[in-house]
């Protein structure tokens, strides 16, 4: 069974930075994406970023390109998330996901992965 464990978040003032962990395991093959996603109050989930294992090509959202950055570390099987330039906004709660195809889902749409971390929280004050 494929799980994803997220790590990493804090609580920073605004214009700081921090670097969240999505470690993994249980893929029974190479062919899958991971993606960030962020859950603010009173919000609904939405997409952040992803990157493809085969290739390492990503996606990112309007909201954060520019400002974060995805990569992977395929012998550690980890993908991390550097958030530069925080803003109050941003502040969430932070999930991983994976989603079993060679290259990013289109749209960072939620319904295309399959397994979810529980999460790690991001406050940024202001």
């Known amino acids: 069974e494929v799980q994803l464990v997220e790590s990493g978040g804090g609580l920073v003032q605004a214009g700081e930075s921090l670097r969240l962990s999505c470690t993994f395991s249980g893929f029974t093959s190479d062919d899958y994406a991971i993606g960030w996603f962020r859950q603010a109050p009173r919000k609904e989930r939405e997409g952040v970023s992803c990157i493809s294992r085969r290739d390492g090509s990503t996606m990112y959202a309007r909201s954060v390109k520019g400002r974060f950055t995805i990569s992977r570390d395929n012998a550690k099987n980890t993908v991390y998330l550097q958030l530069n330039g925080l803003k109050p906004e941003d502040t969430a709660v932070y999930y991983c996901?994976?989603?079993?195809?060679?290259?990013?889902?289109?749209?960072?749409?939620?319904?295309?992965?399959?397994?979810w971390g529980q999460g790690t929280q991001v406050t940024v004050s202001s």
């Open positions: 996901a994976s989603a079993l195809d060679a290259y990013c889902p289109g749209d960072l749409a939620l319904y295309e992965y399959d397994y």
